[in-house]
């Protein structure tokens, strides 16, 4: 409740700055979301019923779209990955490439000029920003020139931010100070539109030390792994992780958050947004090769934003759309098909099976599940 009144004052705030249209179309949805004016909870409840596994199955054919000859370049998703840095170029690539595998039209990456070239010639497919900064290349510059730099980083990210659907935060960000600052400013721009985004990798790092940045913001996914996780339970809840009480003990982080979505990865993935906690236990890999949770966040911020569509799109007219919350469908089914294109993956390639491999699956483990045509 004092969610659905923060966001709604925010929301009063928000409009009277007279928004652009897609930003008021956002929070005419929001607002449907919070307030629930059309629940149906028959449908999607049933499938994601009252044992905590959920159907991750069912969830992903319900929320995939058909391939609509009349939909036109950018309806089935466009999604922004903010990170990549000197150290890491995969994490991101493998969450930009995630998207795009998945059945997204396009697919960006907001990340520092080095490494920029870099994640460019991996894939032609992907649109490369080089925009961010990192303290080494601004260390001359006096406070004001510094001001500037990040004010100009900002600007570069503020002139996209209403075309997007979802944004990855983190996959490759690096811990870097002065980025670091600049993207929790990219995150109060994306709640000043009402862009949904999932926050991973350093991302966590950076909000596990400012947890004000998600606080009540109901478009936020954080997905930790284990040892984000327990730096998120250590700083929020005061105390270590407990494995007989995993299930409430999230739920009870995921609401002291103000009721963001939490992904928490694992041998089972569990998912709560403080009130609901389901599991997605489908069999993936033994494999445990670095950049799985990278697909992972690429996957929720597609499927959140095939999940929002279709409740706000006539089907909610209908009473057909699923009546949960679009982040936990958008988790369920990123979960799901993870794990699918991964037990794939590893039937194929066994010990020698890597993230890439596990990318070349997503289409064809959607496809079992969700056919194109
Ligand atoms: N190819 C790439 O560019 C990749 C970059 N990555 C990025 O690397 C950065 C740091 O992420 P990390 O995931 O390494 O950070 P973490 O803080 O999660 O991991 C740090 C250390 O924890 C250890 N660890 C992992 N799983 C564990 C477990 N189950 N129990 C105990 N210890 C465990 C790891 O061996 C690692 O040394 C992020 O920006 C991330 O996105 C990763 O996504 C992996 C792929
Ligand atoms: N012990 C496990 N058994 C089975 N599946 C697992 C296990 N641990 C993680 N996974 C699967 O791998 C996915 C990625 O989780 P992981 O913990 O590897 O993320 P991560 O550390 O953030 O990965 P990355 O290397 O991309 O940063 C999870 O969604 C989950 O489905
Ligand atoms: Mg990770």
Not at 148 to 177: A, N
Not at 187 to 206: E, N, R, W
Not at 284 to 305: N, T, W, Y
Not at 327 to 347: D, E, Q, V
């Amino acid at each position: 409740m004092l969610v659905k009144h923060s966001v709604i004052s925010n929301i009063g705030r928000l409009s009277s700055l007279s928004p652009s249209s897609s930003v008021l179309r956002r929070q005419q949805f929001l607002v449907r979301t919070l307030c629930g004016s059309r629940f149906n909870p028959l449908k999607l409840i049933r499938a994601m019923s009252s044992t905590s596994e959920a159907d991750a199955e069912s969830i992903l054919r319900t929320i995939t779209p058909s391939l609509d000859p009349k939909r036109h370049k950018g309806q089935a998703g466009k999604i922004a990955v903010i990170g990549g840095c000197r150290e890491y170029t995969g994490a991101p690539y493998f969450a930009a490439i995630s998207a795009l595998k998945i059945g997204a039209d396009l697919s960006h990456v907001f990340c520092t000029k080095d490494a920029a070239p870099v994640i460019k010639s991996y894939s032609p497919e992907l649109i490369v920003h080089p925009v961010l900064e990192e303290s080494y290349s601004i260390s001359e510059f006096s406070e004001e020139d510094k001001r500037k730099v990040q004010d100009k980083v900002i600007g570069e990210v503020d002139k996209w931010m209403e075309r997007f659907d979802c944004l990855v935060i983190g996959p490759g960000l690096g811990r870097d100070p002065f980025l670091l600052e600049c993207v929790s400013k990219i995150m109060l721009l994306a709640k000043k539109s009402i862009v949904p985004f999932v926050v991973d990798g350093d991302g966590l790092f950076l909000v596990t030390n400012s947890v004000d940045l998600v606080k009540s913001y109901p478009l936020a996914v954080l997905t930790p792994n284990v040892n984000e996780y327990k730096r998120l339970v250590q700083k929020v809840l005061n105390c270590e992780v407990d494995e007989q009480k995993a299930e409430d003990q999230l739920r009870s982080l995921a609401k002291q958050i103000g009721g963001v979505t939490i992904l928490r990865k694992g041998k089972s993935d569990l998912i709560s947004n403080g009130e609901t906690v389901k599991s997605v236990s489908i069999y993936g890999s033994p494999r445990r090769c670095g950049g799985q949770g990278d697909i992972l966040s690429g996957s929720v911020a597609v499927f959140l934003s095939w999940a929002q569509q279709l409740k706000s799109g006539p089907e909610s007219q209908k009473n057909s759309s699923p009546s949960e919350n679009p982040a936990i469908l958008g988790c369920i089914a990123a979960s799901g098909l993870l794990r699918k294109a991964a037990a794939l993956a590893f039937a194929k390639h066994k010990r020698s099976t890597l993230t890439s491999d596990i990318i070349e699956c997503l289409g064809e483990s959607l496809e079992d599940i969700s056919p194109a045509s």
